[in-house]
């Protein structure tokens, strides 16, 4: 069973980080990498969010201020590490080896690719813990 959890959170995770990485391409246009970042992973946070609770997690009902709550203090943790991984390679690996800007969307991959983990075992013990323990208890 969670297995098949854990697989369904990767696929959404996949969409979501697709759409957080696109994203901060087309704002990096206008905004610098720093803040780009910040807006994708927020972008991708609420798609991550409607998804993830209904796909990956497969929980019923409307929405929860308390579970968006939690959601957002996970995304905190994932934006914090994406920013300090695409950051950290772009201006500490990259730049000093001569790349340009253009390398920002491998790093930006990166930072992203680097939550996948984290998020879903503190989205599964913490932002979904509660809803999951209630739809166990409606089926038993």
Known sequence: MVQHEFVRFLAVGGVAALLN?????????????????????????????LAGRTIAFKLQGGFSASEFGRF????????????????GISRLVLGPMGFS?????????????STAITSYFLHRQFTFAHARRAARNETS
Do not use: C, K, P
């Not at 696109?22 to 969010?49: K, P």
């Not at 994932?78 to 950051?87: C, K």
């Not at 800007?101 to 690719?113: M, P, R, S, V, Y």
């Open 21 to 49: 990485w696109a994203s901060r391409i087309v704002l990096s246009n206008w905004l610098s990498l720093e803040i780009a970042v910040v807006v994708a992973h927020l972008i991708g946070m609420v798609f991550a969010y």
């Open 72 to 87: 957002a203090l996970v995304n905190v943790v994932s934006l914090a590490q994406t920013w300090i991984v695409t950051i």
């Open 101 to 113: 800007d253009n390398w920002d969307a491998l790093a930006h991959a990166a930072g992203i690719g």
